[in-house]
């Protein structure tokens, strides 16, 4: 009998579960919003039963749709997004909502150990910056702000490994979202009890789960989850992986010859290499879902939800005349944006709605803007800055490498030629992209096909399950053009560094 597996990823703003073929193709999926709590300014949660009845749902949804019987499901995988966190009680219920990765309640935390020397000491561990949203910034934050929840907690979550432990009933951590939290020592590959020291929080270690690969088995899907969901109870469940990585061998950057850039509501810029970056370059290091390998990244909250913000928020009319076409808004603004030449307009958008690359306080702007503005001149600015930002991050990878072949494009901006071949040429790299709509849910199964044992590794896997699509080559002359409006975007930048904290 063929076999299939189901993928669920868990992003930002919704849950996708899609079922896969053993070459990658997509038989049918299903997706469902999970409501924002947005109880102050820079905070950004969750309800996290909410969360467990929405992939449920989508997991149901999708069963059904694709007409594979449950006994053909040969395992299941989630990704999701890194960093915030999900706290699971000693009560069997959350210990508090949960945060996604935008949140940026604990801003002062990382400034604090910089200064102190805190974070010149973890690195030699941790290999990565500090940042807001990490888990180990949010517990601080919790314990000074909302004394007793971590006390109640029976299990510290990334948003997989929550929605894992509510499919099996059994708790891991799955090593390529905890090696991004700063809680792991990567050296060791273990939660150390003198490392959470550094930060005050050694009291935490024993509310840290096992660790887990990607591709191990993780438990199987329990009665009362197989009741929800559509599989079978008895089902394997694998580690899964952060998005990054899921999306990462879903465009088959398996080895070392690639960058892979997603635009999705974190703009994140990475490459694996077989030694971690630790000139303090660049953001972050962690552990690729393919053992033996580091993945280097560059990442920031100033992608494509930023559009997407923009989008709902100004484009009614836009969003009217797309429903009328039958077609999605953002293809219409696509169109509108390709009516704008590279140097037909010259605004200045600065991506932070969610905070900058490296100032969780920063916020969206647009520079520039006078009465003869057009919207599609103000929808191509958006996309402009959105690429711009990946540049900033791309050219501190790019310091680090000695040579690149292309950058294998996934999340929103993949799915718009015109936004593809803008990142082409404001990257001045070959910009590819996948056949494939879902590409975490995509590398999630993935790892489900390695843990069923179907595909002996992922980079095998990748071989069978990956479609590359099309390639865009940077225009010399627009190029050209972005060259100088980059170097514009840059100054904007550096003006307003020192005015976010007026706001």
Not at 29 to 39: C, D, H, N
Not at 128 to 142: E, G, H, K, N, T
Not at 276 to 303: D, I
Not at 308 to 331: C, M, N, P
Request: glycine fraction near 8%; aromatic fraction near 10%.
């Amino acid at each position: 009998m063929p076999a299939y597996f189901l993928g669920v990823d868990n992003g930002g703003t919704a849950t996708k579960a899609v079922v896969f073929d053993e070459q990658g193709n997509d038989l049918a999926g299903a997706s469902r919003k999970v409501p924002m709590i947005l109880p102050q300014p820079g905070f950004t949660e969750r309800d996290m039963e909410l969360l467990w009845k929405a992939n449920c749902e989508a997991m149901a949804e999708a069963i059904a749709a694709s007409g594979v019987p449950a006994s053909a499901i040969r395992g299941v995988a989630l990704t999701g997004h890194g960093k915030g966190l999900y706290l699971w009680g000693k009560d069997h219920k959350p210990a508090y909502n949960g945060i996604v990765s935008t949140d940026s309640r604990a801003w002062e935390y990382p400034e604090r150990w910089y200064k102190d020397g805190t974070a010149a000491r973890v690195f030699e561990r941790t290999f990565q910056s500090i940042l807001a949203c990490q888990p180990v910034s949010l517990l601080r934050w919790l314990e000074d702000h909302r004394p007793g929840v971590v006390e109640r907690t029976r299990w510290i979550f990334e948003v997989k490994d929550y929605v894992r432990f509510r499919l099996t009933g059994e708790a891991f951590a799955e090593v390529t979202d905890y090696s991004g939290s700063n809680l792991m020592d990567l050296r060791t590959v273990r939660f150390e009890k003198d490392l959470l020291a550094e930060f005050g929080l050694a009291h935490v270690h024993d509310k840290l789960p096992p660790v887990r690969y990607s591709t191990e088995p993780c438990g199987t899907v329990s009665p009362e989850a197989a009741a929800a969901t559509g599989l079978l109870p008895g089902t394997p469940v694998a580690g899964g992986m952060f998005d990054i990585d899921a999306c990462a061998v879903a465009v088959d950057v398996t080895d070392e010859q690639n960058l892979c850039v997603i635009a999705g509501t974190w703009s994140i810029n990475e490459f694996i290499s077989r030694k971690p970056v630790v000139n303090h370059s660049v953001m972050m290091n962690s552990l690729f879902c393919l053992p033996g390998y580091y993945l280097v990244e560059e990442c920031s909250p100033t992608s494509a939800g930023n559009n997407e913000w923009f989008t709902h928020l100004f484009l009614q009319a836009e969003k009217d005349a797309a429903a009328a076409r039958g077609i999605s808004v953002f293809e219409l603004t696509s169109e509108l944006a390709a009516q704008v030449p590279p140097d037909g307009q010259h605004i200045v958008f600065l991506p932070f709605l969610y905070g900058s690359n490296y100032d969780p306080q920063a916020r969206a702007t647009l520079v520039g803007l006078d009465a003869s503005h057009t919207r599609p001149q103000v929808i191509r600015a958006v996309l402009e800055g959105i690429a711009f930002c990946h540049r900033v991050h791309v050219e501190k990878l790019l310091a680090n490498r000695e040579r690149t072949r292309a950058v294998r494009l996934a999340g929103g901006a993949a799915n718009s030629k015109v936004w593809s071949q803008m990142f082409a040429d404001v990257l001045e790299l070959p910009v590819e992209t996948v056949a494939a709509r879902e590409l975490g849910t995509l590398g999630a199964a993935m790892a489900a096909a390695v843990a069923g044992g179907v595909y002996k590794d992922l980079a095998d896997a990748a071989r069978h399950m990956v479609k590359i699509g099309a390639r865009y080559e940077p225009d010399p002359a627009a190029s050209a053009v972005y060259r100088r409006k980059y170097a514009a975007y840059r100054k904007v930048e550096a003006a307003l560094a020192g005015v976010w904290k007026e706001l």
